[in-house]
């Protein structure tokens, strides 16, 4: 079981007609913003698998697929701000967006308006832990925490009440796009407290990423 997360930059080799050949045994996609529609179906096509993903600050709420249709939503995927949903034993979350630096672009947030973006996150998260003994498996969202992978400038600043999030709800992993990587040394993937924290600009590749095969949730 493979997981490939995607995020800001349609990557030529991905975007190609035998990449589930390239790529195989990948079983769910994950989406962490700033990529156009049709980019995102043609990867559920290629692979034939489920995607769950959030927008980005650039996404626009109607986008065009392929065919010139105007889409409100990635056909065949899940929209995954403000839920959480369960894939195969695995607990997913999701929240979308950047700092708001702009009042003309939709998915950007304050930290107080993000933090009432998560709240219908908190019942399904209490309930995942009296049903599986935990509260999450993997937060997905655009922006990364504050003063973890993130920028000095606002548009790029990360988000203060992640880190609660992070503390409170001990995902195993945080999936974030949104910072862009130019050279090898930027860092990318940084432990807080018991979450890995991973920028997947512009992809990522996870085998077995979970340990979940061998502990029988996959």
Same mark, same amino acid.
């Given at each position: 079981? &493979?997981?490939?997360?995607?995020s800001? !930059? ?14 195989? +045994?990948v079983?769910? !996609? ?7 529609? /049709? /980019?995102? +179906? ?5 692979? *034939? ?15 065009y697929?392929a065919?010139? &249709?105007?889409l ?5 995927? =899940? ?6 949903v $369960?894939f195969k034993?695995? !607990?997913?979350?999701?929240? +979308?967006?950047?700092?708001? /630096?702009?009042?003309e672009?939709?998915?950007?947030? %304050?930290?107080? $308006?993000? &933090?009432? +973006?998560?709240?219908p996150?908190?019942t399904?998260? !209490?309930? *995942? ?6 509260y ?13 992978h993130?920028?000095?400038?606002r548009?790029? %600043?990360?988000?203060?009440?992640f880190?609660?999030?992070?503390h ?10 949104? =910072?862009?990587i130019?050279?090898?040394r930027?860092?990318?993937? %940084?432990?807080?407290e $018991?979450?890995?924290? =991973? *920028?997947?600009?512009? /992809? ?10 061998e *502990?029988?949730?996959?």
């Open positions: 079981m &493979r997981v490939l997360a995607v800001d !930059l349609v990557v030529d080799h991905l975007y190609v007609s035998d990449v589930h050949k390239k790529y195989p +045994e079983g769910l !996609l994950i989406g962490c913003g700033d990529l156009p529609f /049709y /980019y995102l +179906e043609f990867l559920i096509s290629a692979f *034939n698998v489920p995607l769950v993903y959030v927008r980005g600050n650039h996404d626009d709420r109607l986008q697929a065919d010139g &249709r105007v409100d939503h990635v056909p065949g995927g =899940i929209d995954l701000h403000g839920k959480a $369960e034993g695995v !607990l997913l979350a999701g929240l +979308e967006g950047s700092m708001r /630096y702009s009042a672009r939709p998915f950007m947030y %304050t930290d107080s $308006e993000m &933090r009432r +973006e998560m709240l996150l908190f399904r998260l !209490l309930w *995942n832990k009296i049903k599986y003994g935990r999450l498996d993997i937060l997905v969202t655009h922006s990364p925490p504050f003063g973890i993130d920028r000095p400038d548009p790029h %600043t990360g988000f203060r009440v880190l609660s999030f992070l409170a709800f001990k995902p195993r992993y945080m999936l974030h796009g949104h =910072i862009h130019h050279r090898q930027d860092q990318h993937i %940084t432990q807080f $018991e979450t890995t924290i =991973i *920028n997947v600009y512009p /992809y990522y590749l996870f085998d077995d990423p979970f340990g979940l095969m *502990n029988g949730r996959f």
